[in-house]
């Protein structure tokens, strides 16, 4: 659990992040969001000590920030930034291997763990494992990076636009693998990002922040219903407020029961999000579509229940 209470830095005189409180429960991922230059990274950056705040306190599992060594508060803080970072000099298996070794783990538990966490990556070890950065591309660079950085499976990750400049394709897939790692083994993470669509599908919650200040921090249902300034308002983007609450519910949430049957020609599965449902309603022009797992009927959703999940004061 982190807690970080009335945190300040400013530079030469600019002030980058001013009096900042939030907590970030165990198994959480929060995301920051903001306008350019309004401190996402200077925040990140003091709670692995990086930067030293000018103010303020930050407690990771209930000790002082300032009490342990940098060097060890950064072996159990992951850290992924953008543009990877990885050293070009070594190849992928010793850039994973970087902060178990410094921990002194043993060669053979280094080298499962390299192995376990190039799989969950979907990097075949025997073909990735020796290769240099260089040789890889960039989105499996980032993969790497994102390995490294959880390598030695720390308390933490915090991640400064980790799966930015990356095609949408690969993107996706890369955020898809997060959260089913993250359902797998439990994460707690602070997410610098830019991009809304990742911050909704990724975080528990989202801090809105302006010019050093968190202006609301919500979960993404919460700050889609109820943002409470014009700033948060522009930044979440209420036109498609409804679509965007519609990808954080899944069809499971509201499938009704329905006969035994072979999958029909149009199906959702219980894991795709009311909005791809929605979408598929309306290419289809229907009412309802069948819920198939594993090839066969396991229930009805109907638009109308939908419809009622995304409107204004639905619960
Ligand atoms: N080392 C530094 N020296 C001087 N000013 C700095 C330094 N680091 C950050 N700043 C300033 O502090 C403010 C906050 O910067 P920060 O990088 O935290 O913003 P950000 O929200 O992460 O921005 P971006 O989204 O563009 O990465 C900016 O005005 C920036 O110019």
Redesign the pocket.
Known sequence: MIRVSGLRKS??G?T??EGLDFEVAHGEVLALV??????????LRMLNRL?EPDAGRIEIDGRDARDVSPDALRRGIGYVIQGVGLFPHWTVAQNIGTVPRLLRWDKARVRARIEELLELFGLDPADYADKYPAELSGGQQQRVGVARAMAAEPAMLLMD?PFGALDPVTRGRLQDEFTAIRRRRGITAIL?T?DMDEAFRLADRIAV?DA?QILQIDTPERLLRGPREGFVRQFVGLDDRALRILSLHRVRELSRPAADAPAPSQWVSPDDTLREAASRLIWEAGDSLAVVEEGRVTGEIRAEDIWRTGARGAP
């Open positions: 530079f030469e600019v980058a992040v903001g306008t350019s230059g309004c401190g996402k990274s200077t925040t930067i636009e610098v830019h922040m050093g």
